[in-house]
């Protein structure tokens, strides 16, 4: 089993930034993929972004690239998100997960272990 603790949610003004961070426990995680949705109200969760097991390959949603930007440090089972320029519509509760494949997936059901969540709040 694979626990995820995600950390770094919060309020932010339109423009601002957030630093998101996932720690993985139970067992290590670094020859998996690992990958960030976000969920709004009313909607179904999207991806937002993944990167494989060594950080060499990393996959964006079209409506995040050039801001945001995930990483991974493997001797500490962590991956991170930067969210930088955020707009009112990446208000959502961004959850990380980690892949049964190698590969940066983008598809919610190649993800065998999810985390609670952390609202992510951007105010216009």
């Known amino acids: 089993q694979v626990q995820l603790d995600e950390s770094g949610g919060g309020l932010v003004q339109t423009g601002g930034s957030l630093r998101l961070s996932c720690a993985a426990s139970?067992?290590?995680?670094?020859?998996?993929?690992m990958g960030w949705f976000r969920q709004a109200p009313g909607k179904e969760r999207e991806f937002v972004a993944a990167i494989n097991w060594s950080g060499a390959t990393r996959n964006y949603a079209d409506s995040v690239k050039g801001r945001f930007t995930i990483s991974r440090d493997n001797a500490r089972n962590t991956v991170l998100l930067q969210m930088n320029s955020l707009k009112p519509a990446d208000t959502a509760v961004y959850s990380c997960?980690?892949?049964?494949?190698?590969?940066?997936?983008?598809?919610?059901?190649?993800?065998?272990?999810w985390g609670q969540g952390t609202q992510v709040t951007v105010s216009s």
């Open positions: 139970g067992r290590t995680v670094s020859m998996y993929a």
């Open positions: 997960a980690v892949s049964r494949l190698a590969i940066p997936a983008m598809i919610r059901s190649h993800y065998d272990y």
